[in-house]
């Protein structure tokens, strides 16, 4: 299974943004899929994640600017961006926790994308 995110770039601050991250291989089922963000010299943290229900989990800093969607068919998971802050410059790796086999999950891990929010 692999993860391939896109949509990166620079910003200004109160732009948009749209990441996207499609997975392929052997899929049998998702169970989540969401995003992580690292900015330099801190720790990776949770942005948000989905179900593939659609139930979702945004992180506090991100609520109310951030919305995660899921397009099951195209194994595929969205973070829209609004109103983005100087602070949300990170690199923003996709995750997912992929079911390969009835019975069988495992997490995996993207590439990063570069968010860069700069006037």
């Not at 910003?11 to 900015?39: D, E, H, K, T």
């Not at 506090?60 to 194994?75: E, L, P, T, Y």
Request: contains cysteine; aromatic residues 10%.
């Amino acid at each position: 299974v692999q993860l391939q995110a896109s949509g990166g770039g620079l910003v200004q601050p109160g732009g948009s943004l749209r990441l996207s991250c499609a997975a392929s291989g052997s899929i049998f089922g998702i169970n989540y899929m969401g995003w992580y963000r690292q900015a330099p010299g801190k720790q990776r943290e949770l942005v948000a994640t989905i179900t593939d229900g659609g139930k979702t989990n945004l992180a506090g800093a991100v609520k109310g600017r951030f919305s995660i969607s899921i397009d099951n068919a195209k194994n595929t998971v969205y973070l829209q961006m609004n109103s983005l802050k100087p602070e949300d410059t990170a690199v923003y790796y996709c995750w997912g926790d992929i079911i390969w086999l009835p019975h069988h999950g495992m997490e995996y891990w993207g590439n990063g994308t570069q968010v860069t929010v700069s006037s």
